[in-house]
């Protein structure tokens, strides 16, 4: 018969007031799915948002999907765990409101984490902002019908 790597349940309710689910799977050794299915079945479950949300060890810049981004709950842009993007921030600052979402932000040189108010643009619709990258794909075509960019071993040159 197995032995159980999971302590009582007195103790798990005890643990996560102070630990995360990681930290709780390192200690019991067992999987952090292992420890986030027992706290489901005793219906415990932890913010989305807030000072013991899960994110709670956050502290900081992060990258979000290749995005820079920083924790903040309460801002109304804030994604549904609780971050927001540096460059939608930067934005919010040099117009002095919030960008809509109806607005996209555009990066000029393509670098996610370049968020620098010069690299910066305020698109008017997603679907201008669509056609900016639409546009840049026409010019890169005939960058590379001109032969000024060229493509080898998986990888584009000038």
Excluded: W
Aim: glycine share 6%; with cysteine.
């Amino acid at each position: 018969m197995q032995t159980r790597k999971m302590p009582l349940d007195v103790q798990v309710i005890e643990d996560y007031k102070t630990m995360s689910s990681g930290d709780m799977a390192k200690k019991y050794d067992v999987a952090r799915v292992t420890v986030c299915r027992h706290l489901k079945r005793l219906q415990i479950t932890r913010p989305l948002k807030g000072k013991y949300s899960r994110n709670r060890k956050r502290v900081g810049e992060v990258l979000k999907t290749g995005y820079p981004a920083y924790h903040l709950p309460e801002h109304p842009r804030a994604s549904n765990v609780g971050y927001v993007f540096k460059h939608i921030l930067e934005m919010e600052k040099h117009i002095g409101r919030m960008p809509k979402k109806t607005e996209p932000i555009h990066h000029i040189d393509l670098d996610r984490t370049n968020y620098h108010i010069s690299n910066l643009y305020l698109s008017k619709t997603p679907s201008h902002h669509q056609a900016i990258h639409s546009q840049l794909n026409k010019v890169i075509a005939q960058l590379i019908q001109k032969g000024i960019l060229k493509f080898k071993d998986g990888k584009y040159y000038v």
